[in-house]
């Protein structure tokens, strides 16, 4: 089970930082990844972090704004979400990838486990 958290409504140019706590197994071993989808659009990949944490993948409407982390002693991983803009307000969910490379990073239906979403509002 994912729990995705930390997110709220900003105004642009400001952070947030996502959490998404694990529980039930281990994730230490598998790709975690932030998705996000907005009203009336598809979702969209944002992030990925290898198992190791040693590889990282990010969208380009995001590089340089946004990192991905994660601790595998606490099952958690996160999303540092910097100079944010009105069109990164989305509901931002935390997926886990059954497997520890960054091999097919950026398709949602690679991923097997789901957060339940957590909501950014940005305003301008």
């Known amino acids: 089970q994912l729990q995705a958290s930390g997110g709220g409504s900003v105004q642009a140019g400001g952070s947030l930082r996502l959490s998404c706590a694990a529980s039930?197994?281990?994730?230490?071993?598998?790709?975690m990844g932030w998705f996000r989808q907005a009203p009336g659009k598809e979702r969209e990949f944002v992030a990925a972090?290898?198992?190791?944490?040693?590889?990282?993948r990010y969208a380009d409407s995001v590089r340089g704004r946004f990192t991905i982390s994660r601790d595998n002693a606490k099952n958690q991983a996160f999303l540092q979400m910097n100079s944010l803009k009105p069109e990164d307000a989305a509901v931002y969910y935390c997926?886990?990838?059954?497997?520890?490379?960054?091999?097919?990073?950026?398709?949602?239906?690679?991923?097997?486990?789901w957060g339940q979403g957590t909501l950014v509002t940005v305003s301008s």
């Open positions: 997926a886990v990838q059954r497997m520890g490379l960054l091999l097919r990073p950026f398709n949602a239906a690679e991923y097997k486990y």
């Open positions: 039930g197994r281990t994730f230490s071993d598998d790709v």
């Open positions: 972090i290898s198992a190791s944490g040693a590889a990282t």
